[in-house]
């Protein structure tokens, strides 16, 4: 009886281990369906990057918003905007890491 009880202990341990590891990234994917169609192609804004293969919406409440743009083997982005006069704005541009070799402010996992 001992052991079935420590197994079932431990399965719902690691469980719980599963879904506390890969909460940032199901938010992440959530609010990215949610949210990513109004923040693709903003990146413009920053008027130095042009092209990002993907967005993720890491962040978003209706009128702050954080986004991760990736251009694959050249930068990782992390740009924040204010919504302001029916608009998303940006307000603050973060290279996170770059193929050139500046990763000073990589976070790791990149979601949190």
């Not at 341990?13 to 923040?39: C, D, H, M, N, W």
């Not at 990002?52 to 209706?62: F, N, Q, R, S």
């Not at 973060?94 to 193929?99: D, F």
Request: charged residues 20%; hydrophobic residues 40%; negative net charge.
């Amino acid at each position: 009886m001992k052991k079935k009880t420590l197994t079932i202990i431990v399965a719902v341990a690691v469980i719980v281990a599963i879904i506390f590891i890969s909460f940032p990234y199901l938010k992440t994917e959530y609010l990215t369906a949610r949210y990513g169609s109004q923040f693709e192609g903003l990146y413009v804004q920053t008027h130095m990057l042009d092209y990002a293969d993907y967005c993720k919406v890491l962040e978003c409440d209706g009128s702050h918003a954080r986004c991760c743009y990736v251009e694959k083997g050249v930068c990782t982005n992390i740009l924040e905007f204010d919504f302001r006069d029916g608009s998303w704005e940006m307000t603050t541009w973060e290279t996170v890491w770059s193929g050139s070799g500046s990763a000073d402010n990589l976070m790791w996992p990149l979601y949190f």
